[in-house]
């Protein structure tokens, strides 16, 4: 059985995020897939300190929710992950978890866990596509982070001028859980 983790960084609880993660789970659930779910705004997650405490333990030396992430984030084959866009940029809630990967790099006998497919939705109300697109390729081929991906794909859901546009267009409720199909689907080893 597939496990899939779902991450949203959206602060707007039953919005637009909402509505797109939960389309995707329900369809992941559907086709037999082990969904788990995280709400960054229910957690205490603190910014990176860059004290590279984690250099030789591979472990963050914060006690907050950022490693109960990284361990899903590992067992898992697939993340779809979810961020609102602001001021061009995926919201600083999904940014500070990234940034949290220091760990990751910084310990040189990091172990990683399988490769896996990761999906990212992107909502904005009139960011350029392909900006955005190139923004979340800018983080996921780097190196450090591309070693746990065997693909990628961004949906970015554009005009989202209310809470609910996600919820009311079928079209992207659609776009969503065909990404939870491919991301549940046995894939090949090449990122795109
Ligand atoms: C502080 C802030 C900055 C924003 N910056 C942008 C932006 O740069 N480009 C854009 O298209 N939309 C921008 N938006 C609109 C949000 O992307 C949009 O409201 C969000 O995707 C809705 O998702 P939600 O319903 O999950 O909150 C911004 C919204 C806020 C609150």
């Known amino acids: ?39 960054i705004r229910e957690r205490k997650i603190n910014f990176c300190r860059a004290c590279y405490g984690c250099s030789d333990t591979g472990v963050c030396v914060q006690q907050d929710d950022f490693m109960e992430i ?10 779809i992950a979810e961020a609102p866009i ?18 990751t790099f910084a310990c040189k006998s990091y172990q ?9 939705f992107l909502t904005c109300t009139g960011s350029d596509v392909d900006e955005m697109n190139r923004h979340v390729s800018n983080i996921l081929t780097l190196p450090s982070v591309s ?19 996600c919820n009311d267009t ?16 046995t894939g090949k080893s090449v990122a795109s």
């Open 1 to 39: 059985m597939k496990k899939i983790l779902f991450l949203t960084s959206t602060p707007t609880i039953g919005g637009n995020g909402d509505a797109l993660i939960e389309a995707a789970m329900a369809e992941a659930e559907k086709l037999g897939a082990e969904a788990a779910r995280i709400d």
């Open 147 to 165: 070693r746990a991906i065997t693909e990628y794909r961004t949906e970015v859901f554009t005009k989202c001028i209310s809470g609910s546009t």
């Open 170 to 185: 079928p079209e992207y409720l659609a776009r969503a859980k065909e990404v939870a199909r491919w991301a549940v689907e």
């Open 70 to 79: 990284l361990h899903l984030a590992h067992e898992a084959d697939a993340i």
């Open 112 to 120: 990683i866990g399988p490769k896996k497919k990761v999906g990212i």
């Open 86 to 103: 602001y001021y061009n940029c995926m919201a600083a809630q999904m940014l500070t978890v990234v940034n949290r990967l220091c760990c």
